[in-house]
């Protein structure tokens, strides 16, 4: 009889705590000339808190599925990450119409049309209908809503991979790194609207960061001296040495920027 992998249960509140205070910080260092985003970790480790949110995320997504994969099959499994992924995917929808109300009224409001320009709405005045259903298929992102379509993205491609970091953490690693260097190399990316436009967090170059942290909540109970009380293992020594070097690839990051 095959021995099953050892997986972490339950729910670790330190997990919840510090995926919500990564979005906390995502949201601070987004406010200009904000003192408090002094305190945030971008400024003094090697990640900020979208990698964090990102090596976070595919760790509890192990914690959260896998067992329930082993429990009571990969099927069921798939559909409950499905339907948390069509949860995520309404609350983007509703973001999106909530923060494109408010850019265009403080714009009529204050006068100020090139708010609507610095919000990157532009396609949604002069062509509406390709806009929305850009916005659908997740190609039409304006300023700071790119957060959570990637989460979307490797949660929607993380039921094929779940039964393989299961069983072969170490070699989705590997075939993680290989996508990663792969995308750096040929500047592979996803497209975006309007044209010309790619994906500002691309998720064939951030998954490796994701891949990770689930590898991680693998390797964790089986490693010796290494675990806490709970089973799990201390991922932060980690995340911190490959989250940095690995999140954007190095020829990507002036595009995504620019």
Same mark, same amino acid.
């Given at each position: 009889?095959? &021995?099953?992998?050892?997986?972490?249960?339950?729910?670790?509140?330190?997990?919840?705590?510090?995926?919500?205070?990564? =979005?906390?910080?995502?949201?601070?260092?987004?406010? $200009?000339?904000?003192? &408090?985003?002094?305190?945030?970790?971008?400024?003094?480790?090697?990640?900020? @808190? #979208? !990698?964090?949110?990102?090596?976070?995320?595919?760790? #509890?997504?192990?914690?959260?599925?896998?067992?329930?994969?082993?429990?009571?099959?990969?099927?069921?499994?798939?559909?409950?990450?499905?339907?948390?992924?069509?949860?995520?995917?309404?609350? +983007?929808?509703?973001?999106?119409?909530?923060?494109?109300?408010?850019?265009?009224?403080?714009?009529?409001?204050?006068?100020?049309?090139?708010?609507?320009?610095?919000? !990157?709405?532009?396609?949604?005045?002069?062509?509406?209908?390709?806009?929305? =259903? !850009?916005?659908?298929?997740?190609?039409?992102?304006?300023?700071?809503?790119?957060?959570?379509?990637?989460?979307?993205?490797?949660? @929607?491609?993380?039921?094929?991979?779940?039964?393989?970091?299961?069983?072969?953490?170490?070699?989705?690693?590997?075939?993680?790194? @290989?996508?990663?260097?792969?995308?750096? +190399?040929?500047?592979?990316?996803?497209?975006?609207?309007?044209?010309?436009?790619?994906?500002?967090?691309? $998720?064939?170059?951030?998954?490796?960061?994701?891949?990770?942290?689930?590898? %991680?909540?693998?390797?964790? /109970?089986?490693?010796?001296?290494? #675990?806490?009380? @709970?089973?799990?293992?201390?991922?932060?020594? %980690?995340?911190? %040495?490959?989250?940095? /070097?690995?999140? $954007?690839?190095?020829?990507?990051?002036?595009?995504?920027?620019?």
């Amino acid at each position: 009889m095959a &021995v099953l992998p050892v997986i972490a249960s339950g729910r670790d509140i330190r997990l919840d705590l510090f995926r919500g205070l990564a =979005l906390w910080f995502i949201f601070i260092d987004h406010i $200009p000339t904000n003192i &408090v985003s002094w305190l945030t970790v971008r400024n003094y480790g090697f990640s900020d @808190a #979208t !990698e964090i949110f990102v090596f976070i995320s595919g760790y #509890t997504a192990v914690i959260a599925y896998a067992r329930m994969m082993q429990r009571e099959g990969w099927v069921r499994a798939a559909a409950r990450i499905y339907r948390r992924v069509w949860q995520l995917y309404v609350a +983007h929808i509703l973001l999106f119409v909530a923060f494109s109300a408010q850019v265009a009224w403080v714009s009529i409001a204050r006068d100020t049309p090139a708010l609507i320009e610095e919000m !990157e709405l532009l396609g949604l005045g002069q062509n509406p209908y390709q806009a929305i =259903l !850009e916005a659908a298929l997740l190609k039409f992102r304006p300023v700071n809503l790119d957060v959570l379509p990637l989460y979307i993205v490797l949660l @929607a491609f993380f039921p094929f991979v779940l039964p393989a970091v299961v069983r072969w953490p170490f070699a989705v690693i590997a075939v993680s790194l @290989a996508v990663y260097a792969a995308t750096c +190399h040929y500047d592979w990316n996803l497209p975006a609207y309007p044209e010309n436009k790619v994906w500002y967090f691309n $998720p064939m170059a951030w998954q490796v960061v994701f891949y990770v942290g689930a590898a %991680c909540a693998m390797l964790g /109970p089986s490693l010796p001296g290494s #675990t806490d009380s @709970a089973g799990r293992f201390p991922c932060w020594p %980690c995340f911190t %040495c490959c989250s940095r /070097p690995l999140s $954007p690839c190095p020829g990507t990051t002036i595009r995504w920027n620019g």
